[in-house]
């Protein structure tokens, strides 16, 4: 069966650090692969997605991951922080194949950034 | 662009009371239609999906069901609540070839 790990239940960093989220897939083929970010009480919003290509995906906030298959892994990064950046991240992984794309999601990573 | 929404926002019901929430899609046509649920602290849980009128998939067994009746709308149902129904519900549409997931603002249920 498919899982998402995301080893950090909780992470704080100082406005302006850089930031490294981890997560980790079982999937029994390549699948496609999400990052979320969602604020208390609020919806999810996809921060970057991988499909296919190059392994090092921009996103928007200044985020970006890089996935490596060796690893089974889909990182999300930013090289500054910043205070609004404080939230949940969720990574997702997805089928490639079939007519619908059901996720199977991470227990999410809290960001605290301090001033 | 696509809009989705959720109503109602924020809903607190007895245990044994029926439940309707409703999710709707603007800007286009014939998405697929997820509806996922996520408890206090945990992560987000598939509960039904659609890829088109009238074709429901249950991805977890229990007090909950799910209708199609138009194409942009996606409701999540119950005969009766029980206290483990709270939590909160995100619908999301998918998008292109890709079917990339978007979520609606949710809706906060609260069984008591």
């Known amino acids: 069966a498919q899982s998402v790990t995301q080893p950090d239940i909780h992470i704080t960093v100082s406005e302006g650090a850089s930031l490294e989220l981890r997560c980790n897939y079982s999937?029994?083929?390549?699948?496609?692969l999400f990052w979320y970010v969602q604020s208390p009480g609020q919806g999810l919003q996809l921060l970057l997605k991988?499909?296919?290509?190059?392994?090092l995906v921009q996103g928007i906030k200044g985020f970006e991951a890089e996935f490596k298959r060796s690893q089974s892994s889909f990182n999300l990064r930013k090289p500054s922080v910043h205070w609004s950046d404080a939230a949940e991240y969720f990574c997702?992984?997805?089928?490639?194949?079939?007519?619908?794309?059901?996720?199977?999601f991470g227990s999410g990573t809290q960001l605290t950034v301090l001033p | 662009s696509q809009t989705i929404h959720q109503w109602p926002a924020t809903l607190v019901q007895p245990v044994g009371s029926p439940l309707s929430l409703e999710c709707t899609v603007e800007?286009?046509?014939?998405?697929?239609l997820y509806w996922y649920r996520q408890a206090a602290g945990r992560g987000l849980q598939l509960l039904f999906y659609s890829v088109g009128i009238g074709q429901i998939s249950s991805e977890v067994p229990q007090n909950l069901s799910a209708s199609r009746p138009q194409d942009r709308q996606f409701i999540l149902s119950s005969k009766k609540l029980l206290l483990s129904d709270s939590g909160f519900y995100l619908c999301?549409?998918?998008?292109?070839?890709?079917?990339?997931?978007?979520f609606g603002p949710g809706t906060r249920l609260t069984v008591l």
């Open positions: 999301a549409h998918g998008d292109g070839t890709t079917d990339t997931q978007y």
């Open positions: 800007g286009t046509s014939n998405p697929n």
């Open positions: 991988y499909f296919s290509g190059d392994t």
């Open positions: 999937y029994g083929a390549t699948p496609y």
């Open positions: 997702a992984v997805g089928p490639k194949s079939g007519s619908a794309r059901q996720l199977t």
